[in-house]
């Protein structure tokens, strides 16, 4: 899908008709940014726009004072999802895959690959307090991008309630940005400008609603 940078062509004007290729590619998200998507209601984290919908409640994950991921929390489920930075020419969920199936195996848990609507992900059994809990890791290749998605609880292993985080999936747009960057390294995200002054009159002793609905999310473990 990927053609061959003609003679006559500068290296910038070669790097835009790559670029164009690999959006061509995409037949169905998880989207980049300077392609064409869906309408539909999303947050803007900055590095990622998330679909909400009713009923969602969505926590960010915490790297020091830096965002690095956000959790959308539906009933009984739980999608953890992070952005990061790859190489423009290959993708980087094989690697990944295997670093975390070593891990979670290191770990006394099991991980085995079978195919997903995403392609092969992972269907992992991982301790937590003793007990083994159900999860699935799925990767996507973007360009210049890689989306790391997690789902646990109850969509883990029923296929309807699992449907309703895929869509989320289906429908997230990542920002990649165009300053340079190391392949895995964090694609940072921001609260949205209305959150951010929330927080700030907040600060400041401001008598305001309430109108932030992110809170720091859970710590949930990352395995590398």
């Not at 307090?129 to 159900?134: I, K, L, S």
């Not at 999936?169 to 951010?196: F, H, N």
Request: net charge negative.
């Amino acid at each position: 899908m990927f053609g061959r940078r003609r003679r006559e062509e500068s290296p910038a004007v070669a790097e835009e008709v790559e670029k164009v290729e690999q959006v061509q590619a995409r037949e169905s998200g998880p989207w980049d940014s300077g392609e064409p998507c869906s309408e539909r209601e999303r947050v803007d984290l900055g590095g990622m726009r998330l679909p909400v919908d009713p009923g969602f409640e969505v926590q960010l994950n915490l790297a020091g004072d830096h965002i690095v991921g956000a959790v959308i929390m539906v009933g009984e489920s739980a999608l953890q999802v992070h952005a990061f930075a790859a190489p423009k020419r290959n993708g980087i969920w094989d690697e990944v895959r295997d670093e975390l199936a070593e891990g979670v195996k290191g770990a006394g848990g099991t991980a085995e690959e079978r195919e997903g609507p995403f392609g092969v992900e992972l269907a992992a059994q991982v301790p937590a307090d003793g007990v083994a809990q159900p999860v699935r890791y799925i990767g996507v290749d973007g360009p210049r991008w890689f989306l790391r998605a997690v789902i646990s609880g109850r969509a883990a292993l029923d296929a309807e309630a699992a449907a309703t985080l895929e869509g989320v999936i289906r429908d997230i747009v990542v920002v990649r940005g165009d300053e340079p960057m190391a392949p895995k390294e964090a694609i940072e995200l921001r609260l949205p400008p209305e959150a951010r002054q929330a927080m700030e009159q907040q600060a400041a002793g401001g008598d305001v609603p309430d109108l932030n609905p992110f809170k720091r999310g859970p710590e949930i473990a990352e395995l590398r």
